[in-house]
Nanobody, 124 residues
């Protein structure tokens, strides 16, 4: 019903920058929020940044001042600009969306979904 496709991952040196992009598609009635999670090797998945349809943003403390999330509600896309990258930022980054979709039974259903992930490696 809903697909999220990420792009922009890759290898970057410490202090460098990278921009991740994500596009949501499918039978989306409304998007309430989009964001980015990440999972580092041997670590649990964690929320990095979130933006609501109203434009309110929130960030994990360790990325504040370095990462910026933005979205286009019309296109159902979300970006994550990552600056001053550190080795500890190395992880698979997953796009996230909180949406409602048209139900086959009529009406609408709420749905949380994640993309396939894109690898970000910060290393010298």
């Amino acid at each position: 019903q809903v697909q999220l496709v990420e792009s922009g991952g890759g290898l970057v040196q410490p202090g460098g920058s990278l921009r991740l992009s994500c596009a949501a598609s499918g039978s989306i009635f409304r998007t309430y929020a989009m964001g980015w999670y990440r999972q580092a090797p041997g670590k649990q998945r964690e929320l990095v940044a979130l933006i609501t349809s109203g434009g309110s943003t929130s960030y994990k403390d360790s990325v504040k001042g370095r990462f910026t999330i933005s979205s286009d509600n019309t296109k159902n896309t979300v970006d994550l600009q990552m600056n001053s990258l550190k080795p500890e930022d190395t992880a698979v980054y997953y796009c996230y969306a909180d949406v409602s979709v048209v139900s086959a039974k009529g009406g609408y259903n709420s749905l949380n979904t994640w993309g396939q992930g894109t690898l970000v490696t910060v290393s010298s």
